[in-house]
C-alpha cells in the first residue's frame, strides 16, 4: 500500500475518533489498564502511573497478513484494549481482517461500536441489514472504505476465489465486543435450547444438531 493510501486511512481514523467517539469521556490523560485487578467497573481500573512505559501504547501485530485456516476463510486480528493496554478510556480501536480467496467474515454484530473498513487489498461484498429488514450491500475495492453502523448485523465476502484481501477495521469503542450469529446460537453455554432453535429457522432436530456439529469448536 503507498503513503497516499496510509495518509488517507489516518485521516479517516483521525475522523473517526473526534466525531463518532462512543465509549464515555475520558476524566483524565492517561487510564491505562491494568488487565489483572480484580475491580469490576464500566471498563478496566487504571495502572499506577509510575509503572506505565511506553510499551503501553504499542502494538505491532496489524502489519502482518494472519495465516487463514478456518473454515469460514478470514481471521481477526484486534489490536483493542486487550491487547493495547494505553486504549483504556480512549474510546478507539483497530483491527485488521484478512480473507482467503472467497472468504467469508460471517453475519456478526458489534454491540458496542460503529465499524468503518479501509481496503488495503481485494475487493469485497459488503453489507448490514437495518431494524426495518432493509439490506445495504455494496462491493469496494483497494482504497475504497465502508462504514457499518453500530449493532446491526453485517458481514464481508471476499469475492476473488483466486486471491487474498484484507481491510482494516476502526471502531469508536475501545473494546466493540463481536457476536457472530451462527456461532452465537448454535454454540451457546449452556445451550439454547432445541426448540427454540427449530421454531426460529423452521427446520428439524436433526438439521439443528447438524449445524451445532460443524460450528462446534474443533478440539485438540
Given at each position: 500500500m ?7 486511512f ?14 464515555p ?5 492517561l487510564c491505562?489498564?491494568?488487565?489483572n485487578?480484580?475491580v ?9 502511573e509510575?509503572?506505565i512505559t ?9 502489519g ?8 469460514v476463510?478470514?481471521v481477526v486480528?484486534?489490536?483493542n ?6 486504549l483504556n478510556?480512549l474510546g478507539?480501536?483497530?483491527?485488521r481482517?484478512?480473507y ?5 467474515n460471517?453475519?456478526?454484530?458489534h454491540?458496542r461500536a460503529?465499524e ?6 481485494g475487493e ?8 426495518a ?14 462504514v457499518?453502523?453500530?449493532g ?5 465476502k471476499?469475492?476473488?476465489k483466486?486471491?487474498?484481501?484484507s481491510v482494516?477495521?476502526a471502531?469508536n ?5 463481536t ?8 454454540t ?10 427449530t421454531?426460529s429457522f423452521q ?5 439443528i444438531?447438524k449445524i451445532k456439529?460443524?460450528l462446534a469448536?474443533?478440539?485438540?
Amino acid at each position: 500500500m503507498d503513503s497516499r493510501c496510509y495518509g488517507f486511512f489516518f485521516a479517516l481514523f483521525s475522523l473517526t475518533v473526534i466525531a463518532l467517539a462512543y465509549d464515555p469521556d475520558t476524566l483524565q490523560d492517561l487510564c491505562v489498564a491494568n488487565r489483572n485487578s480484580g475491580v469490576k467497573v464500566n471498563g478496566f481500573t487504571c495502572k499506577p502511573e509510575s509503572n506505565i512505559t511506553a510499551s503501553d501504547f504499542f502494538f505491532a501485530g496489524l502489519g502482518k497478513t494472519a495465516v487463514v485456516n478456518n473454515t469460514v476463510g478470514s481471521v481477526v486480528t484486534g489490536a483493542n484494549v486487550e491487547k493495547i493496554a494505553g486504549l483504556n478510556t480512549l474510546g478507539v480501536s483497530l483491527a485488521r481482517i484478512d480473507y482467503a480467496p472467497g472468504g467469508l467474515n460471517p453475519p456478526h454484530t458489534h454491540p458496542r461500536a460503529t465499524e468503518v473498513i479501509f481496503v488495503l487489498e481485494g475487493e469485497l461484498d459488503v453489507g448490514f441489514v437495518t431494524t426495518a429488514n432493509k439490506h445495504f450491500a455494496k462491493t469496494v475495492k483497494k482504497g475504497e472504505v465502508f462504514v457499518f453502523p453500530r449493532g446491526l448485523i453485517h458481514y464481508q465476502k471476499n469475492k476473488d476465489k483466486a486471491k487474498p484481501a484484507s481491510v482494516i477495521s476502526a471502531f469508536n469503542s475501545q473494546l466493540p465486543g463481536t457476536q457472530s450469529i451462527a456461532a452465537t446460537l448454535f454454540t451457546a453455554a449452556p445451550t439454547v435450547p432445541d426448540h427454540v432453535l427449530t421454531t426460529s429457522f423452521q427446520i428439524g432436530t436433526k438439521e439443528i444438531e447438524k449445524i451445532k456439529s460443524k460450528l462446534a469448536p474443533k478440539k485438540s
